[in-house]
């Protein structure tokens, strides 16, 4: 084992090349292919964010259209998928039920899993894309009993996936524009971070050469993690808990920093980040207009505000440098929105989902690729004979 450098969480470890994105911890910076996270957040959208990960350049309007009408053209699940969904307990979690059934993807599309066929891989990609947005909105609804609407492909990817969540068959469901667009943002912040837990995961299921479905699915159930995507549902429930306790903090930040176990500040820390999280900056900004707009969540968020303007003053936090990051704000725009928690970290499923499909599909492509095989220092005992049950 003298050769073997331990490296656990993969602190310094390097396991691939990549052109995708670009992250300076330090200074606080994000860019997709060369493109601040600020300007995308902005001027962009989701679908062109998408399609910038996953081919490199921001595309052309026609370049777009196609793109955008592909995505439009595979919203509709099989019906047989559909059955799946009354095969889970009614309170099922939405992001198991989320990854089984794109692990499913790849029963109903056996013909087009070859990993080396671009082709096939575009169009599992573009199946991805329009298809767990509707097995997301598919298994909220399943959680609350009511019925699946068809996707209406008139409407653009994210007004569709609002209206298959909150719309209903007797009713004409009017989208909020704003709503829209914030949501569209939210995504467009969650895209990519490359070699996050749930794309190593994906790069790493994808490196046996399993098919794309499988990976994503593997990817989905990384981030259902409450150190990872499940962050933005527990940092609600802490809000929540300390605004139960009469909006006092201090109690649970004693707690967090005597590290109680399973006591942390959720939505603070990163691996990388040693300053704000640029993302967390963006959704910050966004929060209080559209919870003034929406209503009903002030108070949690003047609650979260204080959290954050107490931590960056306490020694704990500025020692190991704590800042917010994207988890931070996020559920409580989600809630004004009128998510339930549960729903929170598929939200960043479908967010992630073009930065996974960019990140496997470079995998593939990329020459080095080998498959990922860490090696470990071994602990356990020296040989020793078996020992006879009557001897135990
Ligand atoms: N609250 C209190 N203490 C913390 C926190 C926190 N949120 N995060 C890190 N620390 C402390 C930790 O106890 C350690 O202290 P010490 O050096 O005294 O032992 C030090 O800071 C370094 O922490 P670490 O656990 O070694 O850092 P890591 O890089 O392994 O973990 C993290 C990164 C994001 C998992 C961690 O900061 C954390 O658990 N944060 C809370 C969960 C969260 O918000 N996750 C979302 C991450 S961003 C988006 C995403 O990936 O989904």
Known sequence: TGLITL??????????????????????????????????????????????????????????????????RHTMLHEDLKKFFDGFPKDAHPMPVLSSAVSALSTFYQSSLD?????????????????????????????????????????????????????????NYEIDPEVAKALDMLLILHADHEQNCSTSTVRMVGS???????????????????????????V???????????????????????????VRLMGFGHRVYKNYDPRAAIVRDTARGIIDKLGGGDEMLDIAMRLEEYALEDDYFVERKLYPNVDFYTGLIYQAMGFPTEMFTVLFAIGRLPGWIAHWREMIDDPDTRIGR?????TGPTQRSYVSMDQR
């Not at 990384?222 to 527990?234: C, K, R, T």
């Open 7 to 72: 490296d656990p969480g993969f602190v310094n470890t390097g396991a691939c090349r990549s052109d995708i994105t670009y992250i300076d911890g330090d200074a606080g910076i994000l860019r997709y292919r060369g493109y601040p996270i600020e300007e995308l957040a902005k001027n962009s959208t989701f679908v062109e964010t998408s399609y910038l990960l996953m081919y490199g350049e921001l595309p052309g309007k026609q370049q777009l259209d196609t793109f955008t009408d592909q995505i439009q």
């Open 115 to 171: 990993p080396f066929d671009e082709p096939n891989v575009d169009l599992s990609s573009v199946r991805l894309l329009a298809k767990v947005p509707t097995i997301a909105a598919y298994a909220y609804k399943n959680s609350i009993g009511q019925p699946f609407l068809y996707p209406d492909n008139s409407l653009g990817l994210v007004e569709n996936f609002l209206r298959l969540t909150f719309g209903l068959p007797a009713e």
């Open 208 to 234: 046996a050469q399993a098919n794309l479905f499988a990976s994503i699915s593997a990817g989905i159930n990384a981030l259902f993690g409450p150190l990872h995507g499940g962050a933005n549902a527990a």
């Open 236 to 262: 609600l429930t802490m809000l929540e808990g300390i605004r139960d306790n009469e909006g006092n903090a201090d109690e649970f930040v004693r707690k967090v920093k005597n590290k109680e176990p399973g």
């Open 374 to 378: 860490p090696r470990q220092v071994y």
